[in-house]
């Protein structure tokens, strides 16, 4: 019995030593599209683990051979999608059926239930946010299954060894989806503080800026009011408004970028979200309608949250604004409140039916200076996203190149 504790161990840290170089050369994340060239390398790491766990079987009864090579196809099937899976079971099943004996043709039958099981579970894990149920789901299904087939079609092996073997797949399994696990999550929150950084350092930059602008802006405004009370010139006097509304609005930009490094915690209320969005929408509508754009929201109460209303205000016009300048012509955005999928949160979706993103695109959003519009900053999304974060929010872009965008901003309820 204590024969298997030994290789048993290698192959667990064979495939925690991969699994770790692999995450260093290429930092897991929870990234939806990989390419093709990401996939193929996943299909031939996943296939090196399953050939190291060949070559320290657990346990060899005659023609069988026990092992954990069915764990790393699993896990790749699971984070990567098919290819990759595809691949990692064609080589254990080359490399099995090389090997001979009996029973290779279970070997390589386990294989590719494992690999069938986990791919019907790969699109399920990829939507859930409770991966772990998924990943428990797809180990219990196919420990269930392969205990089956080796009962089924494998000679009575001594009693003991089952109940070892099973548990030990099960431990080995469970560890190193807990790894990687891990690993996805400390790499997404280092990601996080690079982009947190990123948005401080613009936002540094921006104030520097508009403080030096603001000054000589508010000397200017004064000569020229002062100017425009005392002057028999028509010229001036038909232009003066126009040229301090102007300035207005230049000051007005400052102070939205200026909302970037000041901290308003003590200005925080309680507010109602209802009241908050129907006022956006109202002050939007007037730029939605001369697009020839249609803004809908069904008002919805009850939804009371913590934070500046202004800014948050400004965060919505923002949104909007894009969804509107993405409409070509003749669209619709609808607003909407719900709850959110985490309790205690609060979901505004904001969708519109515009030119929508490519996937590299939407990578991007939210980078400082990010715009691919002639007269546009960049800033826009930037800004929205560290106020939303101040009250302990959260955004997320979905979108479909020429079908439209949707933007969620999930917020925590307040009581
Ligand atoms: P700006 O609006 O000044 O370009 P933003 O930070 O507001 O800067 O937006 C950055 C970029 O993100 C935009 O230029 C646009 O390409 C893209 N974007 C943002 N929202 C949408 C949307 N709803 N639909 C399509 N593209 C969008
Ligand atoms: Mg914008």
């Keep these: 019995m204590l024969d298997m504790a030994r290789p048993l161990l290698i192959n667990i840290a064979m495939l925690f030593s991969v699994l770790f170089i692999w995450n260093m050369v290429m930092p897991f994340t929870r990234s939806s599209s990989i390419n093709l060239k990401v996939k193929l390398i996943f299909g031939a790491v996943s296939s090196l683990m399953a050939l190291l766990c060949m070559l320290f079987p657990l346990e060899k009864f005659g023609d069988t051979v026990f092992d954990l090579r069915v764990v790393p196809l699993i896990l790749v099937t699971i984070y990567g999608g098919g290819l990759p899976g595809f691949i990692c079971t064609a080589t254990i099943s080359f490399t099995r059926l090389s ?82 696990e891990r690993l996805v999550i400390i790499n997404i929150q280092l990601q996080e503080t690079v982009y947190l950084e990123k948005l401080s350092v613009a936002g540094k930059m921006a104030a520097a800026i508009a403080h030096e602008i603001r000054n000589p802006l508010t000397t200017v405004r004064g000569l020229l009011q002062f100017i425009a009370t005392d002057t028999k010139d028509k010229k001036v006097q038909n232009y003066a408004p126009l040229m301090l509304e102007e300035i207005d609005r230049t000051n007005k930009i400052i102070t939205d970028y200026l909302m970037l490094i000041k901290p308003s915690k003590d200005q925080y209320e309680a507010m109602d979200l209802n009241q908050v969005v129907k006022d956006t ?90 715009t691919t519009k002639s007269k546009g900053t960049g800033l826009g999304t930037m800004i929205t996203n560290r106020l939303i974060r101040n009250i302990g929010g959260k955004i997320n872009y979905t979108s479909t190149e020429g079908v439209g965008t949707t933007v969620t901003v999930t917020l925590l309820i307040t009581v």
């Design 99 to 180: 090997l001979g004996g009996e029973y290779a043709w279970v070997g390589v039958l386990i294989a590719i239930v494992g690999f069938i099981i986990a791919y019907c579970f790969n699109g399920y894990f990829q939507r859930s946010i409770r991966k772990w149920k998924v990943i428990l789901l797809t180990g219990g299904i196919f420990l269930m299954a392969y205990l089956t087939i080796v009962l089924l079609f494998i000679n009575p092996l001594e009693s003991y060894f089952y109940p070892i073997y099973f548990a030990a797949f099960a431990i080995a399994y469970f560890m190193i989806f807990y790894l990687t």
């Design 281 to 370: 929408t109202d002050l939007i509508a007037v730029l939605a309608s001369y697009h020839a754009v249609e803004i809908q929201y069904e008002e919805k109460d009850d939804f009371r949250i913590l934070g500046n209303p202004q800014e948050l205000k400004q965060c919505l016009v923002n949104l909007m604004k894009n969804a509107i300048e993405a409409i070509e012509e003749d669209g619709i955005i609808q607003v909407v409140l719900q709850y959110g999928i985490k309790k205690g949160t609060v979901d505004i979706v904001i969708s519109d039916n515009g030119v929508g993103m490519r996937k590299e695109d939407l990578e991007k959003v939210g980078l400082p200076f990010y």
